[in-house]
């Protein structure tokens, strides 16, 4: 990934542009820097539950919904339009389904402030607040801290905002935005972030994204970022259960993805799994068949029984476990694919424990042999 920023004819910050002679152009754009930063995290950390305070538009959940460690991911927002804006991008496609998570997601959108404590969002192991302490006012930034660490307590928070000492180098800026309240300069971020980490127990480490120019000199970063860590042992669940009554926020918006943890879901993916590869395996061997009988060899295949059916995807301990597990075969005018040949293939495998299980899944909606050890199909069906 290109971080480097360049001198052009347009400073972008994601939400402005402002044309002018030798300023900084972003690559990638900073916003994106800012959401790769907290892609990273949960790749490191793997938290299984994030909220994102002040999502707006709620690019961010968009960015990280794809991590396969997330179970519960929530969004906060005073803004409902802007929640609303988006939102239907948050839906599973058919993709989601032919080919689902381990694990369950569910996302759930509120309507609220972050200076109110809403139960729902105790016990969570990463908060993020990108670009939202600058929109509150005085009094809101007093009461933040008390309700992110002291009440919601989550094991990890990672707070962004504007560094001032880069505004320089854009052309006649005071404040970025103008919903900003303020805009502080290095010192005075970390002041407040190591006076609240301090009081809460946690630890903060202090970065950025959106390298300054070489010309520059020491401005530090675009976005600086305090990345807080919680000093001790977890929330206990039934010191959070104690808590659970404070129902604040509006839900604008809740999905579930499937998952293999819900059945049906397992049970669809698993038959369209089993059923695309005995067609093809099928496919396959008609057109074996169809070429040794060109080489008037027909004879040669039912003596032998051997199909080989691979294709570039699988490694070499893929390729030994099918080749060792048990052959299609043709009797009369039935193809046969037996279930541990399919269980063999890695994508089936994926989708149930056992032979037996494949077996329970299968059955009502796949046609199995007499004593239900391989699934049967018309040699000459289409
Ligand atoms: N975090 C998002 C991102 O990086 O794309 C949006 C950042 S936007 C600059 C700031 C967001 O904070 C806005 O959507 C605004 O509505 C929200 N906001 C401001 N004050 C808030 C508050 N008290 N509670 C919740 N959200 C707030």
Known sequence: MDQSNKECNIVVDGNFQIPFKKVIHFSPPLYRQRYNFVKDLVDQHKPKKVADLGCGNASLIQTIKCHSCIELLVGVDINKDKIDSQRCTLSPFCGDYLS?????????????SVVERDSRLLG??????????????????????????????????????????????????????????????????????????????????????????????????????????????????????GQCDEHVYKIVYTVSYPSLQQKEVRKFALTSEVSRQVQ?????YVSSVKILQDDESIHKLNDTGIITFFGPVFTELEKTNIEKSPKPFCFGNKFYVPLERLFAYPKVNRLCENVDMMRALIRDTMRLNRDGSAVKVDLHDP
């Open 100 to 112: 689902p998570r381990d694990l369950n997601l569910s996302i759930i959108l509120y309507h609220g």
């Open 280 to 284: 093809s395996l099928k496919r396959r």
């Open 124 to 241: 969570f192991d990463l908060i993020t607040c990108i670009e939202l302490i600058e929109h509150l006012d005085e009094k809101d930034l007093a009461r933040f801290p008390e309700v992110v660490f002291g009440y919601l307590s989550p094991a990890m928070v990672v707070i962004s905002t504007p560094n001032s000492e880069f505004n320089p180098l854009f052309p006649a800026v005071t404040l970025r935005d103008s919903d900003h309240k303020f805009e502080w300069n290095r010192r005075q971020f970390q002041t407040w972030a190591l006076s609240v980490a301090n009081f809460y127990n946690y630890s903060v480490e202090f970065t950025g994204v959106g390298e300054p120019p070489a010309r520059a000199g020491n401005v530090g970063y675009c976005t600086q970022i305090g990345v807080f860590r919680k000093i001790g042992a977890k929330a206990t669940e039934s010191c959070i259960a």
